[in-house]
């Protein structure tokens, strides 16, 4: 009907349409207990032995192609840490977050076996890592505020705009 074109309607099947489910008696989200998110960050660095490059143009190839793959499998971040130039081997890292320590190390363990599995490369060293940011000493919130980061940007301008001559003399330590 032309008058009723902003109202919502039910789905037509035998389910209400899943906006419509939360009257049904389901635990309301607001009300759910909260508990502090914990935050882990996953490191794993490897070395990778790369058979027949004769060009750093061949080693590019097989480390992005590789980059790639992890990246789109597993959905992590990958980089060449170290060995830039060097023809037959790659430092690379491949790093992850999450909220569950034992996810983040399956993830982990799994990317190590694809790994081992290559025709391309061979897998020499690894080193695994899960650090927890509790651990870390790093607090949820930054120790300024907006007000004081702005004060000390006017500040600093305000001595980078007085003539030379004008300064004080800085502290010699």
Wanted: glycine letters at 6%.
């Amino acid at each position: 009907m032309r008058h009723e074109d902003r109202r919502l309607r039910r789905h037509q099947g035998r389910r209400h349409h899943r906006v419509l489910q939360a009257d049904q008696g389901q635990a309301d989200a607001l009300t759910a207990r909260v508990t502090e998110p914990s935050l882990v960050i996953g490191v794993l660095q490897f070395e990778l032995w790369i058979h027949d490059a004769s060009s750093l143009k061949d080693k590019r190839r097989v480390v992005r192609s590789l980059k790639d793959r992890l990246h789109r499998d597993h959905l992590v971040s990958v980089a060449e840490v170290g060995a830039l130039d060097r023809l037959n081997l790659a430092l690379m890292a491949v790093s992850l977050t999450g909220s569950d320590g034992a996810r983040v190390g399956s993830v982990l363990d799994r990317i190590s076996t694809k790994l081992r599995s290559m025709t391309d490369a061979e897998l020499g060293e690894t080193c695994r890592e899960l650090i927890k940011v509790e651990e870390m000493g790093v607090s949820g919130r930054d120790e300024l505020d907006d007000d004081a980061i702005a004060e000390e940007m006017f500040r600093r301008a305000a001595e980078s705009a007085q003539p030379q001559a004008e300064r004080p003399p800085e502290d010699s330590q």
